[in-house]
């Protein structure tokens, strides 16, 4: 596994080592001692699967606001997704910048995306499937996000929208969402 360090800090795009034959393929997705080596010690205690029926479908932008603040793994396992990562973090030298990744079952790639940033994607293929691997469990009251049509994001999906929660579709403005809010902190 080879990590590459994206220019959000924290914010890594794995490339992991598929091995195959005529049997099929192999691909580890974790490993506690090559993730040690870019400082990741943390507990992964939640595992999700994400299934996306449409070609278009939209889901994000999502994070957990302290003292629920996660490091997300985000892996597609079928499918074509463009991944979207937001920096939140408002001590960071990125902060609302973005990171965009066209991630799918044909690319050996995984975000490592670290607390303090929200993530979103959108699907490039019908029956798009993700795997999630999380460091918090999910926690209802500090659960949030960020609009998708929020002017100071200025994000542009590739295709337009087929499906959105109604939930996403609420999520605040920036402005609303950060007035006091510190997501460099972890308590």
């Known amino acids: 596994m080879k990590f590459e360090q ?3 800090q924290g914010l890594y795009l794995a490339e992991l080592n598929k091995i195959e034959d005529e049997r099929g393929a192999f691909t580890r997705l974790f490993c506690k001692s090559e993730f040690k080596n870019i400082g990741f010690s943390e ?3 939640q595992i ?9 479908t939209f889901r994000g932008f999502h994070f957990q606001k302290p003292p629920y603040a996660e490091t ?5 396992l079928t499918g074509e997704i463009i991944d979207f990562v937001i920096d939140l973090r408002k ?3 990125t902060f609302l910048q ?3 990744v066209k991630l799918s079952e044909n690319n050996p790639q995984m975000l490592i995306i670290p607390k303090g940033c929200a993530h979103g994607f959108q ?3 019908a029956h798009s ?3 999630y691997f999380h460091t918090q469990l999910y926690n209802r009251v500090y659960d949030s996000g960020v609009n998708l049509a929020d002017p100071v994001l200025n994000i542009k999906l590739p295709l337009d929208v087929s499906e959105i929660s109604e939930k996403d579709k609420l999520q605040p403005m920036l402005a609303s969402n950060f007035l006091g809010l510190d997501l460099n902190s972890n308590t």
């Not at 999700?48 to 278009?56: L, T």
Request: with cysteine.
């Open 91 to 93: 001590n960071s030298p």
């Open 98 to 100: 973005h990171f965009k």
């Open 6 to 8: 994206t220019f959000i």
């Open 48 to 56: 999700n699967h994400s299934v996306n029926v449409k070609k278009g």
């Open 129 to 131: 499937t993700l795997l």
């Open 72 to 76: 997300k793994m985000v892996r597609c």
């Open 123 to 125: 699907t490039l293929k």
């Open 43 to 45: 507990e992964i205690v």
